[in-house]
């Protein structure tokens, strides 16, 4: 799967079910990861000498982001779905997060190395880095939106169960995210126009981050996938390619 990597194909179904909505967000999440990797690979050699401090920027908050998604997966998301799914049944997507991790922590080490000016920043170096676990991490997130799918989690899980669940989830991703990284990060990864209600915070929160909180590493932002409207930039690897049709598989 060489650069770009194609988005996921929406999962089945209507984002206003519970049910459906578990594949559907976790889709919407893994895309911001695959339009971020392009957007890196797109842009990595091209970096000037007064771009690098907001480049490097950009990529280690973009690498703490998939950090933080496996972390919430592992210590929240996880659990809850075996107490209905079975002890195991998320065991597969944890295996994958260790097939690639070693790999792109050493690519996280070398980034905070170039911020910390023990070595130069090199480009090539970077893509290398990345090759090492790239296609690893875009087939596991290919690969884990199947188990969310919206029959499993009907005969599952009720109503209640998932609303329980999505508060507490919320909740605690309101307390550990970065207002003035994190969520301003989940804007230029996101494209607004495949679901123009995400992110899944509170519209106050949206607010203050895009039209305050955006601002204070605009200059980093500036290298991700989309602009603050969440509207796709041409030439990053994301315009005009098609869905992977393995993403239902």
């Given at each position: 799967m060489p650069f770009p990597f194609p988005v996921l194909n929406p999962p089945p179904g209507n984002w206003k079910d519970i049910f459906d909505n578990q594949a559907i967000n976790m889709a919407i999440a893994h895309n911001m990861f695959i339009r971020g990797i392009n957007a890196v690979y797109a842009q990595a050699e091209g970096i000037k000498e007064d771009q690098v401090k907001p480049f490097v920027f950009f990529c280690v908050s973009f690498l703490g982001m998939i950090h933080h998604h496996h972390h919430l997966e592992e210590t929240l998301q996880f659990p809850f779905?075996?107490?209905?799914?079975?002890a195991h049944a998320m065991e597969h997507n944890v295996e994958q997060h260790h097939e690639f991790m070693d790999r792109m922590n050493d690519l996280e080490m070398y980034l905070k190395e170039v911020q910390d000016g023990k070595v130069p920043y090199d480009g090539t170096t970077i893509i290398a880095k990345l090759d090492s676990?790239?296609?690893?991490?875009?087939?596991?997130?290919?690969?884990?939106?199947?188990?969310?799918?919206?029959?499993?989690?009907?005969?599952?899980?009720?109503?209640?169960d998932l609303q329980d669940h999505e508060a507490e989830f919320t909740k605690r991703l309101l307390k550990e995210v970065s207002l003035s990284i994190d969520l301003p990060l989940g804007l230029v990864c996101h494209d607004k126009s495949t679901a123009d209600y995400w992110p899944p915070v509170p519209l106050p929160v949206k607010w203050l981050v895009k039209f305050a909180l955006f601002r204070l590493h605009s200059d980093a932002w500036a290298f991700g996938p989309c602009d603050i409207n969440g509207v796709v930039k041409p030439g990053l690897g994301n315009d005009s390619q098609?869905?992977?049709t393995q993403a239902n598989a």
């Open positions: 779905f075996e107490t209905k799914l079975g676990f790239s296609d690893s991490l875009v087939q596991h997130l290919i690969d884990e939106i199947s188990t969310l799918e919206s029959s499993k989690m009907r005969a599952a899980f009720t109503v209640k098609a869905p992977s």
